[in-house]
């Protein structure tokens, strides 16, 4: 069977003034042809998984394009134009096809439309026709719409948050896809929005109202009726029409049992929905606790400062914190400033410096902060994914600093990446385990590879883009009424 795989993924967070263009996509993810084989073979993501199941059932894969880049502002239009282009020619190039796989994220924005997976589903549908099998992968972060159900022949959503299901739903993408190109499975879908967003830092998977679905979809999946169900806790931070939760459940040529499956998880989703609801700790507040810890090292999480949400990642006010009381041992991980980082390198190891570090890119993330301090190590910023998440790929932080100032040491780097696996702070040279203090920027996935190393973790309201206050942000487009946005 000959089957076209292609990857383009961005999570837009449209508070974010950081316009999503090929640059962006350039430094994080780029890659044409038969090189996305030879870079994802073997790695713990979608492409991974769909390749390990493509050999595992003889499938011949043709890849287009893989693209992704760091959560930030709108795709812009030009980018997703020439992407969605690539795709379709390559499509028609290929000839006869028995299947497409495309692992997409589900929360892509593009400037001018604001379901960019719908749009672009579409547009390969146009051009395979209706009966060639369309597989999807999706990101738990999925804001799912209409027309990426209608569009797909069938969606498999992450079932973790930190995700690290991802090779384990493109396998099983693979898999059906192929069940589905020999005509040994017909799945009848049932697609349910409530009016729900929930915030971010209420997502997670390990426990509450996530889990407790979760709980029930796996049930639910053990009836061999049933071919999959997903979850969908979507993104909060897209003001959109489709932003929020979804529940999507398939069924093998069953329509009547997967519309009483949705439902069921449905009214259960809407029962727990103030479960969701989230409280961080105030800045002052959690790093004088993370002081009096007995243990460490306590890891501080600036989840409103998660560039992989698509807050700027240069949040400063956790820092300042840290400088101001003089904490004795603390690493703040990993703050996004390619100026201060150029500065230190052109420094060199051992110099001082007076730099003004973060909060630039906004308002929203604290002003910067004015720091004299000793450029202690540098580093090219390359990494290896280590952790549960996406282990095997390697990373590229660019040019990277440590400025230590006493017991405070900030590591700078200069693309924007979310502190998700500690490789991402050993490059440089500190231990995390050494630490009393170490800050993470990173909402949820930093769990994933922290939570065995953390003596305590503790979550921090601090300004940004990725707060799971959503009182701070002012919605005009998102369905209304909407839980908790509205009293309902
Ligand atoms: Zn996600």
């Known amino acids: ?73 709108r795709v812009t239009r030009s980018f997703y134009e020439d992407a969605k282009t690539r795709i379709c020619a390559d499509l028609r190039a290929a000839g006869t096809l028995d299947g497409v796989l495309l692992d997409l994220h589900g929360a892509m924005v593009v400037e001018g439309a604001d379901d960019g997976e ?156 103030h479960e969701f609801l989230h409280h961080a700790v105030p800045v002052a507040e959690a790093v004088a606790q993370a002081l009096r810890a007995g243990k460490r090292p306590v890891v501080l999480a600036d989840i409103a400062d998660n560039t992989g949400g698509g807050a700027a990642g240069d949040g400063t006010e956790i820092l300042r914190e840290l400088l101001r009381v003089n904490a004795p041992s603390a690493t703040v991980a990993c703050l996004w400033d390619p100026e201060a980082a150029a500065a230190c390198t052109k420094a060199g190891v051992g110099a001082t410096v007076s730099l003004d570090v973060g909060g630039k890119i906004d308002g929203n993330h604290g002003a910067p902060v004015a720091i004299t301090g ?59 385990l050494d630490e009393q203090i170490v800050v993470v920027k990173s909402s949820i996935h930093y769990r994933a590879a922290f939570e065995a190393l953390a003596a305590s973790i503790i979550e921090v309201d601090a300004p940004g883009l990725s707060s799971s206050n959503l009182d701070r942000f002012t919605f005009t487009r998102v369905r209304r009424p909407i839980f908790p946005l509205d009293p309902i």
């Open 118 to 273: 719908g749009d672009l589903l579409r547009a390969v549908r146009e051009v395979v026709g209706a009966t060639v099998p369309v597989g999807v992968t999706l990101d738990f972060h999925a804001n799912v719409t209409e027309d990426m159900v209608r569009h797909a022949t069938l969606l498999h959503g992450y079932k973790t948050y930190p995700h690290v299901d991802m090779a384990e739903r493109g396998l099983e993408a693979a898999h059906r896809l192929a069940d589905i190109a020999a005509g040994t499975l017909r799945p009848t879908i049932a697609f349910r929005q409530p009016r729900l967003l929930p915030p971010i830092a209420g997502q997670l998977t390990s426990r509450g109202p996530m889990r407790r679905l979760y709980d029930l979809a796996d049930e639910m999946e053990r009836d061999p009726r049933v071919i999959t169900v997903s979850i969908f806790a979507g993104f909060p931070l897209a003001d959109i029409h489709d932003a929020g939760l979804s529940i999507y459940v398939a069924t093998k040529d069953d329509p009547a049992l997967a519309a009483a499956l949705a439902d069921r998880l449905e009214a259960v989703a809407w029962e727990h929905r």
């Open 374 to 432: 000793r450029v202690a190590a540098l580093s090219d910023g390359n990494f290896i994914h280590k952790g549960p998440m996406m282990r095997g790929l390697p990373g590229r932080l660019g040019p990277t600093a440590v400025l230590a100032s006493g017991g405070v040491k900030v590591i700078l780097i200069s693309h924007r990446w979310q502190t998700l696996d500690p490789e991402m702070i050993r490059i440089t040279g500190i231990e995390p």
């Open 1 to 73: 069977m000959r089957v076209f795989i292609a990857m383009l993924s961005h999570e837009t967070n449209t508070f974010s003034t950081i316009a999503t263009d090929r640059r962006q996509f350039e430094t994080r993810e780029l890659r044409y042809g038969g090189e996305i084989l030879e870079a994802y073979r073997g790695t713990g993501t979608c492409l991974g998984g769909m390749i390990d199941g493509a050999s595992a059932r003889g499938l011949a894969l043709l890849p287009s394009l893989a693209a992704g880049a760091s959560p930030a502002g």
